[in-house]
């Protein structure tokens, strides 16, 4: 292996790739339900997290030793942690994600997909409602073909997982790819608050006995909700933690995940910050990975939720601006001469408008929200979520690492 002085640093970029030669230390296993079982293995490089229904995890785990040298290809998460996508085992043993071997079918339905879409097109106009569905049918499974083939297309093009698989096939022909440096971090540290209640706040420090996890239905009918409930064990005490069943993960390649998963176990060094004001575990600072958990769940103007508003409020003025200009444009295109001047100047009044009003509009919606926030929080006892933010920013700074708080709603 070549000098580590000669060796580039793993990068820190959320979605950068990369590949290390690090020294196991332990790996551990949380099951959510059938179907979504994460694993999260600890090293002296860092930890790296990996979905445990694409890998033959449990083969991986009995014969994995500890100090054992393995050589892992990875992408990094927002909050400095990494997504493995393959590692090979001191004996050379490789191990991957299970990859999709019909590369041929995206090629294929993008091939295909203009037959439903032009047979729809071509399809006489019809009152009768059966009609009607069978060419709505057509032009739906048209768009999904095409939206469908697209993705994969794009996902085989994808620069981050071209490296990973150019890395993981020079492994398997015997040749050995430029490792990277991994970062060193600081030892999580122990708060200075000793464990009882702080003003509006409590905290216990202590390592988990034991972790279940169970899903729970709520409601009925079109207004059930599903969610995660997790009961942690420590202090001869249990504490609970509510989460969203529906995990984008496992709808997404692996390449694209930037966010690291909520990752408990048995023997994890805990630090549990609540709140008086509601009782809810609103803060989870796991010592054995250095990632600060802030739970949102019930609160005012999560980041999430921020995030959330902000790409529906674009869609919509997207959408808005792009059917005022179709309109537009199409009435340029039926009177079959070239816009003049006027027209365009038409067409930036239009725009200034549009401005205006989407302006307006958004002014007005974001004050009646806020509105209706404050109103329904002022008659509840404000958590002290706050205060549990600066702890959790404090305490990964002090470790050397970035200022990124693993969010759950």
Not at 72 to 94: F, N, Y
Not at 261 to 270: E, M
Request: proline residues 4%; contains cysteine; glycine residues 10%.
């Amino acid at each position: 292996m070549a000098d580590k002085q000669t060796q580039p640093p793993a990068p820190q970029r959320a979605g950068a790739v990369f590949v290390v030669r690090v020294a196991c230390r332990d790996l551990k296993r949380l099951k959510i339900r059938d179907g979504m079982t994460f694993y999260r293995l600890a090293t002296d490089g860092g930890v790296f997290f990996f979905d445990g229904d694409r890998f033959d995890a449990d083969v991986l785990k009995r014969g994995l030793r500890r100090n054992e040298a393995v050589t892992i290809g990875a992408h990094r998460l927002r909050d400095g942690s990494a997504w493995l996508h393959w590692l090979e085992r001191a004996d050379g043993r490789l191990w991957s994600a299970n990859t999709d071997r019909r590369r041929w079918l995206a090629p294929l339905l993008l091939a295909l997909c203009w037959l439903p879409g032009g047979l729809a097109w071509h399809m006489t106009f019809s009152t009768q409602i059966l009609w009607a569905l069978l060419r709505v049918g057509l032009m739906a499974t048209a768009v999904g073909m095409f939206g469908w083939s697209v993705y994969r297309l794009a996902l085989a093009c994808h620069p981050g997982r071209r490296r990973l698989r150019a890395a993981y096939r020079a492994v398997k022909q015997g040749q050995r790819p430029r490792p990277s440096v991994p970062p060193v971090f600081s030892a999580p540290p122990a708060l200075s608050l000793g464990d009882g209640i702080h003003g509006r706040l409590g905290v216990l420090q202590d390592t988990l006995r034991d972790v279940h996890v169970v899903e729970r239905t709520y409601g009925s009918g079109q207004f059930s909700y599903s969610l995660n409930e997790y009961t942690l064990v420590c202090s001869g005490g249990e504490f609970g933690i509510r989460t969203g069943a529906w995990d984008w993960r496992s709808l997404i390649d692996p390449v694209l995940i930037r966010r690291a998963p909520f990752f408990v176990a048995a023997g994890d060094r805990v630090t549990l910050l609540t709140s008086l004001g509601d009782g809810e575990v609103r803060g989870l600072l796991n010592h054995s990975d250095g990632i600060a958990h802030i739970n949102y769940t019930a609160t005012a103007h999560t980041p999430m939720g921020r995030r959330a508003l902000s790409i529906v409020g674009g869609a919509v003025t997207a959408f808005i601006v792009v059917m005022m200009l179709s309109f537009e444009l199409y009435d340029w295109y039926d009177r079959g001469v070239a816009p003049d001047y006027w027209d365009w100047l038409d067409l930036l009044s239009l725009l200034g408008v549009m401005a205006l009003m989407l302006t307006l509009f958004g002014a007005v919606a974001g004050f009646i929200g806020e509105r209706i926030h404050h109103f329904y929080y002022r008659r509840r006892q404000t958590p002290a979520l706050g205060y549990i933010v600066g702890i959790a920013y404090q305490w990964r700074l002090r470790q050397g690492r970035s200022a990124i708080l693993s969010e759950l709603s």
